[in-house]
């Protein structure tokens, strides 16, 4: 097969190239996807926090829900998480994802929430596979120092669900800033949109 023919086509991007709304609209339609096609990139964006030391610190999340109109995100995470604490000490966080198929890269800041036994963790929990729900009952909890890399256990059956929901939390990120960059071989296009203040305030930025 030639080189031309393993290329991927290239997206159609007339109706976002030289459009604000349409690239916004785009930013959205590509984090919806994210969410239920595990296999796009954007189904585990990064999110970057500031630990106790306040240095950055990343780590992949994987992406649950979207709610366009709302403008929030959500993902799960182990309540003994280092990422709890932090967001607990300074909401504000940080997210980024990059398709590499279509050469669209999109960074998104706002404040996080973690909701923990309330209705927003109880639908979330409900919602989730019972495989997934087995990952929250680890012990020690993530990140705890152990002395060989074996040195934990997770349950295997349904009989530590109860358990494991003590150490779910549901985590909302509302969007107060989304950066959009399109990487085109006609010319790249990059675009700020900014909810701070109310009323959203957009603007194409150089590349």
């Not at 976002?16 to 969410?35: I, N, P």
């Not at 997210?95 to 960074?107: G, S, V």
């Not at 989730?128 to 087995?134: D, G, K, P, T, V």
Request: proline share 6%.
């Amino acid at each position: 097969m030639s080189r031309r023919q393993q290329e991927k086509p290239a997206p159609n991007d007339g109706a976002f190239y030289d459009d604000l709304d349409g690239s916004l609209a785009e930013a959205w339609r590509l984090l919806e996807e994210g969410v239920t096609d595990r296999h796009s990139p954007c189904h585990t964006p990064s999110l970057g926090t500031l630990d106790a030391e306040g240095l950055p610190t990343v780590r992949t999340v994987v992406l649950r829900a979207v709610e366009q109109e709302a403008r929030l995100l959500r993902f799960h995470t182990d309540l003994r998480s280092h990422k709890v604490a932090e967001i607990a000490a300074q909401p504000m966080v940080a997210l980024h994802a990059y398709h590499p198929d279509r050469k669209i890269q999109l960074r998104l800041a706002g404040p996080a929430l973690v909701h923990r036994d309330d209705e927003i963790a109880n639908d979330a929990w409900q919602a989730s596979r019972s495989f997934s729900r087995l990952c929250y009952g680890v012990e020690p909890g993530p990140g705890a120092a152990i002395q060989a890399p074996w040195d934990w256990r997770q349950g295997e059956d349904g009989s530590v669900e109860a358990e494991s929901f003590q150490n779910f939390g549901a985590v909302l990120v509302k969007v107060e800033s989304l950066e959009w960059l399109y990487l085109a071989a006609r010319g790249h296009r990059r675009a700020l949109y900014d909810w701070r203040g109310g009323a959203l305030r957009k603007s194409w930025l150089v590349p």
